[in-house]
């Protein structure tokens, strides 16, 4: 809470003497300096997005530890945990693409899309604390192995890292872009898998890549 009170105090002055325009005035103009301590410890984290856009996150945030606390702290007893956690990303990652193929309607709250995420944090994380860690069999590969795998993870986060959802290049016509038709699989690839499959690729060469 306190860095949020820091953060919301620096950029409160500097709206105050209007340094971003008079559209950001407006969002603060009848705003004290009690609002702000009141939002920096409470507000922001239960959604309220008044005076900076990013501080959405924070509300997910909240929730989503405290949720991953729980599940870690209760299924940690259960040899089978794993399946917990795949139970829990997968419940919600069916119901996204039950609506994303239009076989239902549904609306997620941001909690919800972003929860699976913490969930496959947690996985990394308990994953690694085992006695026998199973990414050690990837890490003791000899180069051969490593260099084809490593370029494998290291492409799919370049590509699926940088795909907007909307195919556009940076081009000035801002074209379809080929590169991300194709291997998006003619842009029928949603814009959440490509999310996930970059970020999932990303912590798995950081975790079996001293040089990464």
Known sequence: MLPVVVILSLYYLTM??????????????????????????LGTWFGDQSWILATWTLSIELVATFFVYLVAQTSVHYRGRFFI???????????????????????????MVHL??????????????????????????????KIPINS????VFLTYGSWTGEGHCLTTYDEECDYWYYTTVFGYIPKAFALYAAAISIFLLALTSEWT
């Open 16 to 41: 105050k003497f209007d340094l971003y325009g008079a559209k950001t005035y407006e969002r603060i103009k009848k705003k004290r300096f009690f609002d702000l301590i009141f939002d920096g410890l």
């Open 85 to 111: 956690y795949l139970g829990i990303i997968s419940f919600i990652w069916v119901i996204q693409l039950l609506g994303y193929v239009k076989m239902i309607e549904i609306y997620l709250s941001k909690l």
């Open 116 to 145: 699976p995420i913490f969930i496959v944090g947690l996985f990394f994380a308990d994953m690694e604390s085992l006695p026998k860690r199973p990414l050690d069999k990837i890490r003791v590969l000899s180069i051969w192995w």
């Open 152 to 155: 494998a993870l290291l492409f």
